[in-house]
Nanobody, 121 residues
Framework: VQLQASGGGLVQPGESLRLSCRAS????????VGWFRQAPGKERKGVAC????????VYSEPVKGRFTISRDDAENMVYLQMNSLKDEDTAVYFC???????????????WGQGTQVTVSS
């Protein structure tokens, strides 16, 4: 069971990035998958998650209206489109699943390796 995130980088405030997460080794389309992030010196926090059953989505308050999570079950991929990025979005972003139909929590069983997003002018 593996999640591999990519797409991070350095951008200026107001710009966009798209993160990708490739899943392998499990029945991807059955499970909810999400993104967490960890800013320097802070704890990991959930950003968004998407259901594998009906593609229902949940967003954290700081990213609502700016980020969009989506999935492509045929390709075993999850995406996080991040628009209008702010300095406070700077963090390592992780693709996560608990192999259930619920949004993953901090105790989730499967974590990708993380991809760095830096927003700075």
């Amino acid at each position: 069971v593996q999640l591999q995130a990519s797409g991070g980088g350095l951008v200026q405030p107001g710009e966009s990035l798209r993160l990708s997460c490739r899943a392998s080794g499990f029945g991807f389309n059955s499970y909810t998958v999400g993104w967490f992030r960890q800013a320097p010196g802070k704890e990991r926090k959930g950003v968004a998650c998407i259901s594998g059953v009906n593609e229902a989505v949940v967003y954290s308050e700081p990213v609502k209206g700016r980020f969009t999570i989506s999935r492509d079950d045929a390709e075993n991929m999850v995406y996080l489109q991040m628009n209008s990025l702010k300095d406070e979005d700077t963090a390592v972003y992780f693709c996560v699943t608990d192999l259930t139909r619920q949004c993953p929590t901090i105790t989730a069983r499967v974590w990708g390796q993380g991809t760095q997003v830096t927003v700075s002018s």
